[in-house]
């Protein structure tokens, strides 16, 4: 990153705002920005897509980062170096309780399985999620009416390796890990959560997910349209939640 603009981003402080979410998909930009008034894109290398606009009279960033904790983190440090303070991540997890796909997932908290938040902060360190913006997204939803749990998120690198395992050996040792973990009260998996609640401390910033449980442990995912119309749920939801959220200093 130069003095003046983001390395990987390519936009400079008047491109960002305040309030900025964060989502894996470069094409959930798109849903996020139908929404936005007087808005203006940036990005599109390496599945970094933002746009930057208003809702509610409030301005809001929304960027893609693609997948995985390293680049999420990226993402979330250039926009902090910027001038965004306070981060919603909206994307999707994989249930591993008694979640119904298509809910809503809103973590307090999540488990430090993935590399990258140790680059950062040590170990011991807490992955947890801002009181104030968890408090936000929790009223929130109840305005909204809509269907959502709370609860801890574990977060890891290896999808096939810790998340879905392919071959029948990695299946077994992965559902015995996944069973101890929903002993434990993880309800969730992701492969970001963890990092960006961990950092964004580091980074003097604030942060909270909400994630939609769009698969479960046993591969079985939502058809498209159940899908298309979840994802429209959770954009309203998180442009609601960080437009209603007002900074302490």
Known sequence: MTRETAWYLGVGRADVA???ILVGDPGRVDVFARHLDARREFGGDR??????GTYRE???TVCSFGMGAPIAVVVMEELAALGSRSFLRAGTVMSVGDIGQGDLVLAHAAVRGESTSAT????GYP???????LACARQT???????YRVGLVASYDGFYTEMLGLSPERRQRIAERTAELRRLGVIALD???SAILAVAPALGARAATLCLATVDARGEQLDQLA???AEERLTVAALETMSAFEESP
């Open 58 to 60: 409030k301005a809001l």
């Open 227 to 229: 899908r298309q119309q």
């Open 141 to 147: 939803l109840d305005r909204l009416g809509d269907r």
């Open 120 to 123: 950062y902060v040590p170990d």
């Open 127 to 133: 992955a947890a999620a801002d009181p104030d913006l």
């Open 191 to 193: 492969m970001e959560s």
């Open 18 to 20: 305040p309030r900025a």
């Open 47 to 52: 599945a970094l897509r933002g746009v930057t």
